[in-house]
């Protein structure tokens, strides 16, 4: 396996600019995930990798070899995307074992190989069927099998699992990643699926607009995040933010929210009094019941989950979702008073919508 260095790389069509100047170091045998909204130019990056894509500016390296003018044959890399692309007129064992024939290789030699690779995606009941034989869940793993004979330097994922229904997404991540954790393999994987994210990556590359908001490890994203849009895209359901004017006055800190709403915070905040702020909260970091530490809300709706209980309500004008463990009998138009949690909070600037450090003035 190899790492992958992205050094300054940009993308132009025309005078539209889809990345500008993105930087990532892949170390050998890392799960990195790019993720990010539509259009952030995530698959636009990986298909520059795969050499799908032209290179406008900036350099990659595989293995610390420069491949910005070497053709995607000669890249030795994999590629599984959305949409399979499987050749619906060859069986399973013939669709895996396409790359190695064109390459001349010994028929014993393939045999072996793609027996290999459907051992360890349980296909060696399926080697004899059809695309159309088999369910989407099969098809994705025949189109991991096919880049897995080949045993290149790295593999890349495009959004692999976007055509499978929720059951199937969940149970495809666990291969995906029991795969990688067997090969210790370099993946480079892109979705738009957070959770996905979150439950796969050794580390996460947060794209936004064609540049890298952020990079880092699942949970310290979600626990530190650099700005407002980390903050908002990683976690499910969303930070909430409560925008207001950050007050500090006799050893007391608290956030003026609209409708006169007061939101005492902890003496740690960083920011300066009369700072334009937002509060981020997460769903999860509210407890119920009153005291000074509180803060009323008025329902709006509730979504029993099954393990959870969602609820949306109104806090200082804006909609914020909580989520509870327990079972309360909360009703629509219902007034409740909340605990945030003072250790999980954060603050960011309301113009620049960076994350204010704890004791930063």
């Known amino acids: 396996m190899a790492s992958v260095d992205i050094q300054g790389v940009t993308k132009d069509y025309g005078a539209v600019k889809v990345i500008r100047g993105v930087d990532i170091s892949i170390a050998d045998e890392e799960f990195v995930v790019l993720v990010g909204p539509s259009g952030c130019g995530k698959s636009t990056l990986l298909r520059m990798i795969a050499g799908l894509e032209t290179i406008s500016g900036g350099?990659?390296?595989?293995g610390g070899r420069i491949i910005n003018d070497i053709p995607a044959k000669s890249r030795d890399t994999a590629m599984v995307f959305q949409s399979y692309a499987l050749y619906p007129h060859m069986s399973v064992f013939d669709n895996m074992a396409f790359s190695l024939k064109l390459r001349k290789m010994p028929k014993a030699e393939i045999e072996a190989k793609v027996h290999a690779a459907a051992g360890i995606l349980n296909l060696m009941d399926y080697l004899g069927r059809s695309p159309r034989q088999l369910s989407?869940?099969?098809?994705?793993r025949v189109a991991m099998g096919r880049a897995l004979v080949r045993a290149p330097q790295v593999f890349l994922f495009d959004e692999p699992l976007s055509n499978l229904d929720a059951k199937l997404r969940v149970q495809m991540r666990t291969?995906?990643?029991a795969l990688h954790q067997r090969l210790r393999t370099t993946i480079v994987y892109v979705t738009?699926?957070?959770?996905?994210?979150?439950?796969l990556a050794d580390r996460i590359v947060v794209m936004h607009d064609g540049i890298v908001e952020q990079i880092g490890a699942p949970l310290d994203l979600y626990d530190n995040p650099a700005n407002m849009f980390v903050a908002g895209f990683i976690g499910s359901p969303a930070m909430n933010f409560v925008p207001g004017t950050l007050r500090r006055e006799a050893g007391k800190v608290w956030l003026d929210a609209a409708g006169n709403t007061r939101i005492p915070l902890p003496a740690r905040v960083g920011g300066e009094n009369g700072r334009k702020v937002a509060l981020g909260l997460r769903p999860e970091h509210f407890t119920l019941g009153g005291g000074d530490d509180s803060v009323e809300a008025t329902v709006?709706?509730?979504e029993p989950t099954g393990a959870q209980i969602e609820v949306f309500a109104t806090l200082a004008g804006q909609q914020i979702c909580t989520v509870f463990n327990e079972r309360h009998p909360f009703r629509p138009g219902e007034r409740i008073r909340m605990r945030p949690s003072a250790d999980k909070l954060h603050l960011f600037d309301a113009e620049t919508r960076a994350r204010i450090l704890p004791g930063a003035h």
Request: aromatic share 0%; glycine share 8%; proline share 0%.
């Open 192 to 199: 738009h699926d957070q959770i996905e994210a979150m439950t």
């Open 59 to 62: 350099e990659i390296r595989i």
């Open 136 to 140: 989407g869940g099969q098809r994705q």
């Open 175 to 177: 291969e995906i990643k």
């Open 300 to 302: 709006e709706v509730v």
